[in-house]
């Protein structure tokens, strides 16, 4: 089992920044590959950002060069680290997890406003 718990959102104004934060616990060493979803209201859970046991990265169209995911092997952290933010990035953001199977956090809502 892994558990997956998010953090660090927030409200902020257009341009703006967060760092979202996903502490993981549990059997970590399962876990082949992370990644950030987001939900926005009426709309399907899409792909923000992933990142490979090995490190290498990728990012929706829609965030390159804006958003940054990284990962704290020591502190069992996967960051989420958002620039120029924009209203259409609006969301409840998920942290994911891949081993056997799939692991989600709960979410934390991202407001961002114009």
């Known amino acids: 089992q892994v558990q997956l718990v998010e953090s660090g959102g927030g409200l902020v104004q257009a341009g703006g920044s967060l760092r979202l934060s996903c502490a993981v616990s549990g059997n970590i060493y399962s876990i082949n590959d992370m990644a950030w979803y987001r939900q926005a209201p009426g709309k399907q859970r899409e792909l923000v950002a992933g990142?490979?046991?090995?490190?290498?990265?990728n990012y929706a169209d829609s965030v390159k060069g804006r958003f940054t995911i990284s990962r704290d092997n020591p502190k069992n952290t996967v960051y989420l680290q958002m620039n120029s933010l924009k209203p259409e990035d609006t969301a409840v953001y998920f942290c994911n997890a891949n081993s056997i199977r799939s692991y989600w956090g709960r979410g934390t809502q991202v407001t961002v406003s114009s």
């Open positions: 990142i490979s046991r090995g490190g290498s990265t």
